[in-house]
């Protein structure tokens, strides 16, 4: 039965605040999917009232780049180089997906997100209606597009258009405004000049957005200028490719000119800091695109290459990973990293209107955790340091998305754990004797 209205008392609030964050303690009021009212003496009759004291509050967390049926290959082939990984694990093992597949992987990945305080991804796969189907049913929110690769194969362009296409058309703005869609050109080393040209097109014509992977590796850089004769930013902005609704995983290898582009064009950027480090694939410049007024998110990439989809793990890492890189400890402090994980990837998916922050009129996507954990204490004065530098996943006690409770004292209320995790063991134990 679904809860109409919620009462968070007494709680200490932590919410994004121009750059910084604003800590405080109050009350919040949720009706139906949306936060009503916000305040320090909330009387209302409500169905249900959730004790604060002791914990925190803030907006669910933001992955703006995942593969979540991958979920299935964690552990698959780990301390590998990219194209090894890829070539000899990765899609060997991706040729024997079907839709029942996708679809357990997906209701995996939303376990595992749910638990870790994770309310909204942004996507990229296969057999995405059967992905949807698992995100409708888990309650949580979800950006999915298909992962559309040619090689400059016309018959093959027209499949992954025609597939993409029917996500949009079947699941674009379901379940209840959660699901919306994208277009997922793979990347400008997979696909063709023509089929990036038509997604720019067919975005507009659908006014979604696009989803793609860049500059991840120093070889697909390559690729792309000896078969272009510019960098990949540089060869999409050529072909008016650009724009604030791209958003672009990984930018790793960057030029001063691409960043340029990246500012001007007003594009977004997701950071995977775990997974490019896992693959040694190098470490995107994010102190210097913030400095330039880039918005950065971040995504945790599939579970393949990460290898779970914790985003306060990833929080810390982006962090500590900038303050080693630049020698300097002050750069990305964790005020920054929280509004990465949350406001900026909401905006990223274009959904800050909604989503990112706690407000009145904005959906209720929120997270409570537990202040009195053993790695949150004693409580640090900045609760923003203490959620980048010291919490987990495991310190999430509540999640809440579109106003349902999906999660509660760490029990998941809206999917059967046990049978879930069943059914992936039983999955990829098939997949492996095919």
Not at 18 to 25: C, R, S
Request: aromatic share 6%.
């Amino acid at each position: 039965m679904e809860t109409k209205t919620i009462l968070i008392k007494d709680i200490t609030i932590l919410n994004p605040d121009l750059g910084n964050v604003k800590e405080f303690q109050g009350s919040v009021l949720i009706e139906n999917d949306k936060i009503a009212k916000i305040g320090n003496n909330i009387n209302e009759s409500v169905d249900k009232v959730i004790d604060g004291k002791g914990k925190i509050l803030m907006p669910g967390l933001v992955n703006t780049h995942n593969h979540i049926s991958m979920n299935l290959f964690r552990g698959l082939a780990d301390d590998l180089e990219l194209n090894t990984w890829l070539n000899d694990h990765i899609w060997p093992m991706e040729s024997h997906l079907n839709s029942n597949y996708c679809y357990i992987g997906a209701l995996l990945a939303a376990v595992e997100m749910i638990k870790s305080g994770t309310t909204t991804f942004n996507d990229m796969y296969f057999y995405m209606g059967s992905v949807a189907q698992a995100i409708d049913k888990a309650g949580i929110r979800g950006v999915l597009s298909y992962g559309m690769i040619d090689f400059g194969d016309e018959e093959k362009r027209e499949h992954e258009f025609k597939e993409n296409i029917d996500l949009i058309k079947d699941f674009n703005n379901s379940a209840n405004g959660r699901i919306t869609c994208r277009f997922g050109p793979h990347s400008p080393v997979t696909c063709s000049k023509e089929l990036l040209e038509r997604v720019r097109e067919e975005a507009n014509k659908y006014n979604v957005g696009i989803h793609i992977h860049m500059n991840e590796t120093q070889k697909e850089i390559k690729d792309v200028v000896d078969s272009t004769g510019m960098r990949p930013f540089e060869y999409l902005n050529s072909l008016n490719f650009l724009s604030s609704d791209v958003l672009a995983a990984h930018c790793v290898w960057l030029s001063d000119n691409e960043i340029d582009i990246l500012k001007q064009k007003d594009v977004q950027v997701s950071h995977n800091p775990c997974s490019n480090m896992k693959l040694a694939s190098g470490i995107a410049p994010v102190s210097k695109l913030l400095n330039k007024g880039v918005n950065v998110s971040i995504g945790t990439d599939g579970v393949a290459s990460n290898n779970n989809l914790d985003l306060f793990e990833e929080m810390k890492f982006a962090s500590l990973l900038q303050k080693v890189n630049d020698l300097n400890p002050e750069v990305l402090p964790s005020n920054q990293v929280f509004n990465m994980a949350t406001i900026n990837g909401a905006k990223a998916l274009s959904l800050d209107k909604d989503i990112g922050s706690i407000e009145v009129g904005k959906k209720a996507d929120l997270i409570l955790l537990d202040k009195k954990s053993i790695n949150m204490t004693p409580d640090s004065k900045i609760s923003s340091s203490n959620l980048v530098y010291s919490a987990n996943g495991s310190d999430v006690l509540t999640t809440i998305c579109n106003g349902q409770i999906l999660m509660e004292d760490k029990k998941i209320l809206c999917l059967n754990e046990d049978k879930v995790k069943s059914l992936a063991n039983e999955a990829i134990l098939e997949m492996k004797n095919l």
